[in-house]
Every structure is written in structure tokens, then in C-alpha cells.
Nanobody
Framework: EVELVESGGGSVQAGGSLRLSCAAE????????MGWFRQAVGKEREEVAALYSRQGRTYYADSVKGRFTISLDNPKTALTLQMNSLKTEDTAMYYC??????????????????????WGQGTLVNVSS
């Protein structure tokens, strides 16, 4: 069973930065496609970014390109999402996800990864103007 535990959410003013972390076993982070999703109140969950570290591949939604960076931390014990130049529209619950099966991984890396295999519990990001 894949366990994902997010942290790092909070409140910040527009233009500020936050860094989210998703703790997971090293095997998970090395071998599975990993992603960040978000869901704002009254909206559908959307994929924000994805990483397949074995192939060095990343995906970013257009809305966050140039502002967010997905990576593994240096000890390779967590997936991170560095969020800079935050906007009020970035306010949402952010979820970490893992895609284990090949077809789920392919979908995640193309930005269509709604059917991932494991989810974290979420961490709330609130950006105020």
C-alpha cells in the first residue's frame, strides 16, 4: 500500500511563496509517477504538476508554468512543489498522488491523470489579496 502524507500548506499573500511536501517511501518516489493536484471550493479537481523521476520527465498545467516547480527533495524522501508568485486563484486543497500502473502513469504525465492509484489526505493553501 502506498502511503502519501502532505505538509506545508498555509496562508500567504498574493505574490508570496509556499513549498509543499509529500512524504513517501523512497521506492515509491523512485519508481512511480508522482503528481500534485488541487481542488478549489466549487470546482473540479485539477492536475497541477507531475514527475517521473526515473525518466526525468515533468508536466505542468499551463496555469502554473513558470511559477511552480515539482521535484524530489535531496534525501529523496519527499515529493515537493515549490510555488512562487502565488495568485488568489491558486487557493485550493492540494493533494499528492501516485500512479503505479503504466497507463495511469502515462495519463498523469500528459496531464490527464485523474485515475491515479493513491492519494494523500491533502493540505490547504490559501492565497489572499
Amino acid at each position: 500500500e502506498v502511503e502519501l502524507v502532505e505538509s506545508g500548506g498555509g496562508s500567504v499573500q498574493a505574490g508570496g511563496s509556499l513549498r509543499l511536501s509529500c512524504a513517501a517511501e523512497a521506492f515509491t518516489l523512485r519508481n512511480y509517477c508522482m503528481g500534485w493536484f488541487r481542488q478549489a471550493v466549487g470546482k473540479e479537481r485539477e492536475e497541477v504538476a507531475a514527475l517521473y523521476s526515473r525518466q526525468g520527465r515533468t508536466y505542468y498545467a499551463d496555469s502554473v508554468k513558470g511559477r511552480f516547480t515539482i521535484s524530489l527533495d535531496n534525501p529523496k524522501t519527499a515529493l515537493t512543489l515549490q510555488m512562487n508568485s502565488l495568485k488568489t486563484e491558486d487557493t485550493a486543497m492540494y493533494y499528492c498522488a501516485a500512479a503505479i500502473l503504466a497507463r495511469q502513469c502515462d495519463a498523469l504525465m500528459m496531464g490527464a491523470g485523474a485515475s491515479v492509484d493513491a492519494w494523500g489526505q491533502g493540505t490547504l493553501v490559501n492565497v489572499s489579496s
